[in-house]
């Protein structure tokens, strides 16, 4: 060996053990990260894994309030097709879903592209719309509740001035869905106008400067340009505003006590069924698994009909 050779050989060994000391400092944070992850898992084995395991082999048995569960089959599921009150539920359910989930998207879209602009007081409009996300779900109910009061609430009030006869906005499904409607979307849109407002910040601006050399104007620009650009970010915040209103319950709950039978009927969703099951009187802990079952599986559906459909709608560019 000439010493050519030794000096290289001597130069190149800390290269090699490099490598050595990198993997057992990766082995190190390894288990330092897992060590920290530990929790969370835990959460999600003890809370997810185990609870949604339960729940289905729950629905598989009769079980109350109180006591053993006694195993009965598919006795919970076939009850399902003759339970008229699980019918108007999901009919509720629905068509909440139907209305409320556009007007969402719609609004935070309009809030986003607002947010851009630069004008007097834009500051303070950013703030207001970030505003519902911070507020207390359940006061903001009320508040509203209080707002649509059919006898003593400012709407009414606002619409006797006006020489028109007062709404009973409780006491009729229509007026109960526009009052569902303007909670949910209040407390529900400044997320995703954060989302949407994230997701204009990446468009390129040649491709507007492009277009508005070739005359495209605002509204052009806007349909042909930010909405297919944007579509990642609006399909997440569809998805997200759908799979939410599908698990609709707070709102209905606080603003439709269970005492008020008449009234819930216009109101109740499935969540909100599946409660009045398995928490109230002696409970129906299996049956109410099963809805809840059932309402995991439209969910489950409807998401994958969304990715299938995501294919054709949704641009992701060239790398997409």
């Given amino acids: 060996m000439t010493s050519r050779t030794l000096v290289r050989s001597q130069s190149a060994e800390p290269s090699l053990r490099r490598p050595q000391g990198r993997r057992k400092l990766g082995r190190r944070d390894a288990r330092i990260g897992f060590l920290f992850l530990l929790p969370l898992l835990a959460g999600l084995l003890v809370f997810r894994f185990y609870g949604f395991g339960y729940n289905v082999w729950l629905s598989f048995n009769n079980a109350g309030a109180f006591g053993s569960a006694r195993f009965t089959g598919l006795d919970n599921y076939t009850r399902m097709f003759s339970d008229s009150q699980l019918g108007i539920a999901l009919i509720n359910t629905f068509k909440f879903t139907v209305v409320i989930a556009p007007t969402v998207v719609i609004v935070s879209l309009l809030c986003a592209v607002l947010m851009q602009g630069r004008f007097r007081g834009a500051t303070a409009f950013r703030t207001i719309i970030f505003l519902p996300a911070v507020t207390l779900p359940t006061a903001a ?148 698994a099963a809805v809840s079952l059932l309402l995991f599986v439209i969910i489950m559906v409807i998401s994958l009909v969304l990715f299938r459909a995501q294919r054709r709608f949704v641009h992701y560019g060239e790398d997409g």
């Avoid at 468009?203 to 579509?231: C, H, K, M, N, Q």
């Avoid at 998805?239 to 269970?258: N, Q």
């Fill in 141 to 288: 109910i009320l508040l509203f509740g209080w707002l649509f009061q059919t006898q003593y609430g400012l709407i009414n009030a606002i619409i006797q001035a006006l020489g028109a006869k007062p709404v009973s906005w409780f006491g009729s499904a229509a007026g109960l869905t526009v009052v569902v409607t303007v909670i949910v979307v209040f407390l529900s849109f400044s997320v995703p106008t954060i989302i949407l407002y994230a997701g204009l910040q990446d468009l390129p601006s040649e491709v507007y400067e492009a277009a508005t050399l070739d005359g495209a104007g605002p509204v052009r620009r806007f349909f042909s340009i930010t909405v297919p650009l944007l579509s990642p970010s609006l399909f997440f915040v569809t998805l997200t505003t759908i799979i939410g209103t599908l698990k609709l319950f707070d709102v209905v709950y606080v603003l439709l006590p269970p005492d008020q039978s008449a009234s819930v009927n216009y109101g109740i969703t499935a969540v909100y069924y599946y409660y009045q099951l398995a928490f109230l009187n002696m409970g129906d802990r299996g049956y109410a």
